[in-house]
Each structure stands twice: as structure tokens, then as C-alpha cells.
């Protein structure tokens, strides 16, 4: 938008003045970039590096951008510094993927004052002023949650035994992101529906393999199998994976159900061999729809608020080795 406004001021001065512009552009103008500062949460899971590929691929230099790259590290200290660094740099659009939702109004204020309109991805953010940022990008998380909430509501009544007890163990993802808060809430809300459910731990896997393996296998070591395995995120669910590979206890087909989220071709393909139950896609590829949104704004429109982007559950039944190969996560 600065940018429209300055090329509009820079014409109507030479107008004023006389000197009409050569229309000719020189090799300078001609590769004038449209700078993108990208603050990104981590590269805690398959799903996370995805998404920056995806970014970095859309926001390419060849499709006419400077893409500046930040890692947070699951810090939101992290994202403040990044952001306010974009922001001395003068940059033309800030992308943010929030590790959390709440936290955010000093900040996104700060680029507000500096003119610099913010492109949310991913994850929500609370704010008081919706005016705070101009678009999001991201999934339904609670409607996919709540979609997988009730194929395990539907498994559990075709067994041979409906009404008995259901132990759900639940591996969270960073506790106050939007995957973790809706995820969670759906799993809740479809425990106090169901009499026979009892969620008998939570435990903070942060969205990496590492801390739910450790996780999963302390609680395994004072506790009973669980009859269900709710987690998070595939990254979270190859750590539990690997802690009941440990104690030897079977999951998937014939053992403990397997729910996950993300669809990563590494669970579509567990999940096609039986190991995991069901896989609740998360779309990563935001990096087409930010694109189309900063165009949007170069050209003087106003995009979209919230768009969402296509999701679906998936099944050992509906993964050929066609869908395998064409997946680009
Ligand atoms: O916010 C999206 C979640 O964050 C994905 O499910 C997870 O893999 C990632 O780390």
C-alpha cells in the first residue's frame, strides 16, 4: 500500500512539474521487490516446515519478493524482536504465524503506526482491534477436531462392546495456540457427551516428537494402557508411537486407536498400513493465499479477513499410493 501511495505521489509531483516520466523502465525498477518480513513460530514439527517451504516458495524472489526470514523458536520474545526489526527495516508487509493467540496488541500496534500492514498465518491472535491486522490465513481447527471427535464417537459404537469404558490419553500441543485450544476443546466436549469417555491424562508434547515421547513413556511406565491416544499433531503421535514401540504394546489396527492431526505423507503413510487409526489434516501450504493477498493490496483491493483453507479426515481406505506420492508434505 506505501508503496502505491509513494509511486502515486512520485507521478503526480512529475505531472505538476512538467516533466512527464520516460515510460521506460531502468534495469533498477524493473526488479523492485515488495519486502515480506515472515516471523515464523519454530520448525517444531513436519507440518511447521512445510509451511515455510511453502512461504519461501511463494514469496520467491522470482515472484517479485524479498522475503525476510525469522525463526522464533517456539518464543514469543522471539517474534516481538523479529517484528520490531521488520519494522526499522521499513519492510512493505509483515507475515506473522503467532506461537499463541493472546499477547499481541503492543506490537501489532507498533506496525499499525508504522503503516506496515500484517498478514496473519496459521494461528490466531485475541486482539481487542480486529483493525490490528489486515487478513488471516489458516485452518478450522475446530471444526476438523470436531469432525475427528465424532469418527471416534462413531468407531467406538460399532465395537462389539459400545458401553464400556473408553481411557483417552491426550498429547497437547503448545498450550495457548489455536491448534491446542480448539483441538483440546473439541476432545473435551465430545468427553462430556459421552458418559463412557474419561480423558485420564493431558500432557504437553509442545508439538515435537521428543517431549511426547518422553512424555508418553513416563506415564506408561505408572499407569494402564490407554484405549485411545488423542494427539495433537503427527510429530506428537511418532512420539508415542515410539514410547508403546518401547513397552511393546501394539496401536493401530488391533490395539490402541490412534487419532492425529496434520496428514504429513510420513502419517498418511503409517495410518494406510494400519498404524495409525485416522489423520485429521492441517493444511500448511498458506504461502498461495498470502501471495494473493499482498497482490490484492499492490493493486488497491481490499482482501478477505479470514480464509480458511481445505481440509479433510482421512482413513487406511482412502490412502492410495497415488495420494502418497502427489503429497507435498
Ligand atoms: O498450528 C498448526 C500446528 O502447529 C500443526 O498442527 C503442528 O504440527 C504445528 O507445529
Not at 516533466?19 to 525498477?29: F, N
Not at 469418527?151 to 469404558?165: H, I, Y
Not at 487409526?277 to 499492490?298: F, K, M, Y
Request: net charge negative; hydrophobic share 40%; with cysteine.
Amino acid at each position: 500500500m506505501k508503496r502505491l501511495i509513494l509511486l502515486f505521489l512520485s507521478f503526480t509531483l512529475l505531472l505538476l512539474s512538467g516533466c512527464m516520466p520516460d515510460v521506460r523502465q531502468t534495469p533498477e525498477e524493473e526488479t523492485t521487490l515488495i519486502t515480506v518480513g515472515f516471523s515464523q513460530v519454530g520448525a517444531e514439527s513436519d507440518w511447521r516446515v512445510a509451511n515455510t517451504k511453502s512461504m519461501r516458495e511463494s514469496l520467491s524472489e522470482e515472484n517479485g519478493f524479498e522475503l525476510l526470514f525469522d525463526n522464533a523458536r517456539q518464543k514469543q520474545e522471539n517474534q516481538f524482536k523479529a517484528i520490531r526489526t521488520f519494522i526499522q527495516q521499513d519492510v512493505d508487509y509483515i507475515v506473522l504465524a503467532p506461537v499463541t493467540e493472546t499477547g499481541w496488541e503492543s506490537v501489532l500496534e507498533e506496525a499499525r503506526a508504522a503503516d506496515i500492514p500484517v498478514i496473519i498465518v496459521d494461528r490466531q491472535v485475541e486482539v481487542s482491534d480486529p483493525a490490528l491486522y489486515t487478513s488471516w490465513v489458516g485452518s478450522d481447527f475446530r471444526k476438523t477436531a470436531d469432525e475427528a471427535v465424532a469418527w471416534l464417537a462413531e468407531t467406538l459404537d460399532a465395537r462389539e462392546e459400545p458401553d464400556a469404558q473408553v481411557q483417552i490419553l491426550h498429547l497437547q500441543g503448545t498450550p495457548g495456540s489455536t491448534a491446542q485450544l480448539q483441538r483440546s476443546a473439541a476432545l473435551e466436549a465430545g468427553a462430556a457427551r459421552h458418559e463412557t469417555w474419561t480423558i485420564t491424562a493431558q500432557l504437553n508434547g509442545d508439538f515435537t516428537q521428543a517431549k511426547a515421547y518422553e512424555e508418553t513413556r513416563a506415564y506408561l511406565q505408572g499407569n494402564p494402557v490407554p484405549d485411545v491416544v488423542y494427539c495433537e499433531n503427527d510429530n506428537m503421535c511418532f512420539g508415542v508411537m515410539q514410547a508403546l514401540d518401547e513397552r511393546g504394546i501394539a496401536y493401530g489396527t488391533g490395539g490402541v486407536t490412534l487419532i492425529t492431526f496434520d496428514a504429513v505423507r510420513t502419517a498418511l503413510s503409517y495410518c494406510r498400513d494400519g498404524k495409525i487409526d485416522l489423520c485429521a489434516e492441517c493444511n500448511p501450504l498458506h504461502g498461495p493465499r498470502v501471495r494473493a493477498i499482498i497482490e490484492q493490496l499492490e493493486r488497491g483491493e481490499t482482501p478477505e479477513k479470514q480464509s480458511y483453507v481445505p481440509e479433510q479426515l482421512f482413513t487406511a481406505g482412502q490412502i492410495t499410493d497415488e495420494l502418497l506420492e502427489s503429497r507435498i508434505y
